[in-house]
């Protein structure tokens, strides 16, 4: 008997495993850190230039959209970062037991949450 498959992939009606939404997420994170940062990186190289640049950014900085964008670049390198050490230790055969598996997915996933929060909520 032949199955019948669907001839198209619907992700959103796709239950993905945590430790798989971590790993896309990893993805996503890395991307996102890719584009952004060398934008970031020529800002403050720009705002160090002379004083009135460093006002001129600082000011640009205080934009409600600005921050929020800045929030999310630090949700991005933060959890690559906690992500990244949770595939680091899994490449050392470490938590490779499903169990421990969703354990540490869980965990950088509340990590990365939490430190987001906190962080952000000073950044604002």
């Known amino acids: 008997m032949t199955k019948t498959r669907p001839k198209y992939l619907d992700p959103l009606?796709?239950?993905?495993?945590?430790?798989?939404?971590?790993?896309?997420?990893?993805?996503?994170?890395?991307?996102?850190?890719?584009?952004?940062?060398?934008?970031l990186l020529w800002l403050f190289q720009s705002s160090l230039t002379s004083p009135d640049s460093y006002v001129r950014?600082?000011?640009a900085f205080a934009n409600p959209l600005v921050k929020l964008i800045l929030i999310g670049l630090l949700w991005a390198f933060l959890h690559h970062l906690l992500a990244g050490l949770r595939f680091l230790a899994?490449?050392?055969?470490?938590?490779?037991?499903?169990?421990?598996?969703?354990?540490?997915?869980?965990?950088v996933l509340v990590t990365t949450i939490v430190l987001t929060a906190v962080l952000g909520a000073w950044l604002w």
């Not at 430790?19 to 896309?24: D, F, H, M, W, Y």
């Open 13 to 39: 009606r796709i239950r993905l495993p945590i430790p798989g939404l971590i790993s896309i997420l990893h993805r996503i994170s890395g991307l996102g850190l890719f584009l952004f940062l060398p934008l």
């Open 57 to 59: 950014y600082r000011g």
């Open 90 to 107: 899994l490449d050392l055969h470490y938590g490779t037991d499903l169990p421990t598996a969703r354990a540490t997915s869980w965990a």
